[in-house]
């Protein structure tokens, strides 16, 4: 298994675009989790999946963030309109749950520049 | 409500010197503990966790854990610090499988040679 695959790696957009961060889990992992890390507040939990169903999204900060998971090899997380201050390093982490945390994979990151 | 707290952004030890990190929690139920590291660029890779079995739990790499329930802490150790081991460390806590994970703010680590 290839690992975790988020694109694109880095991101560099102007202040209203939209943005799409894209995640490819692994496969048979049943729980999907998006991250922003910054300096400023570190990691936050955005949101999470359990078998495509959003479980948590008291994470996204406002209403420009929505996040799909249209089945178990794909997940988006959408930022429109995108502001500077959505700068940061999106994660996506893959787990499978029935292991125990056992399984757990976290993707190499989006960096998002937003201009 | 699951919180951890590490002690110490930043953190220097000598190359073959004792490491350290500190990681105390908050948790109202019996909590599941974990530790990773980040190198730069990365994602964070999973070094061990706890999940009530073994207080002391080892992990890749050379390092293990503690979990002290009456101290609630879930320090870091490893005996010989190698330069390889120069990251970022981050604790984690979660109330059970299937619930979101709290991280600490980081640890820094520098192994001066």
């Known amino acids: 298994d290839a690992g975790v695959i988020q694109s694109p790696r880095h991101e560099v957009t102007e202040m209203g675009q939209e943005v799409t961060l894209r995640c490819k889990p692994i496969?048979?992992?049943?729980?999907l989790f998006w991250y922003r890390q910054t300096m400023m507040r570190g990691l936050e939990l955005l949101i999470y999946?359990?078998?495509?169903?959003?479980?948590?999204d008291s994470g996204m900060p406002e209403d420009r963030f929505s996040a799909k998971m249209p089945n178990a090899s794909f997940s988006t997380l959408k930022i429109q309109p995108s502001e500077p201050r959505d700068s940061a390093v999106y994660f996506c982490?893959?787990?499978?749950?029935?292991?125990?945390?056992?399984?757990?994979?976290f993707g190499p990151g989006t960096r998002l520049t937003v201009l | 409500a699951q919180s951890v707290t590490q002690l110490g952004s930043h953190v220097s030890v000598s190359e073959g010197a004792l490491v350290l990190l500190r990681c105390n929690y908050s948790?109202?139920?019996?909590?599941?503990l974990f530790w990773y590291v980040q190198y730069p660029n990365q994602g964070l890779q999973l070094l061990l966790k706890?999940?009530?079995?073994?207080?002391l739990v080892k992990g890749i790499n050379g390092f293990e854990a503690e979990f002290k329930k009456s101290e609630t802490s879930f320090h870091l150790t490893k005996p010989s610090a190698h330069m390889s081991d120069a990251a970022e460390y981050f604790c984690?806590?979660?109330?059970?499988?299937?619930?979101?994970?709290?991280f600490g703010t980081g640890t820094s680590l520098t192994v001066i040679p």
């Open positions: 982490a893959s787990i499978q749950g029935a292991t125990g945390f056992d399984e757990q994979f």
């Open positions: 496969s048979g992992h049943d729980y």
């Open positions: 999946f359990n078998n495509n169903v959003p479980i948590d």
């Open positions: 948790s109202s139920v019996p909590p599941y």
């Open positions: 706890y999940t009530s079995a073994a207080t």
């Open positions: 984690a806590v979660s109330r059970s499988a299937g619930n979101q994970f709290y």
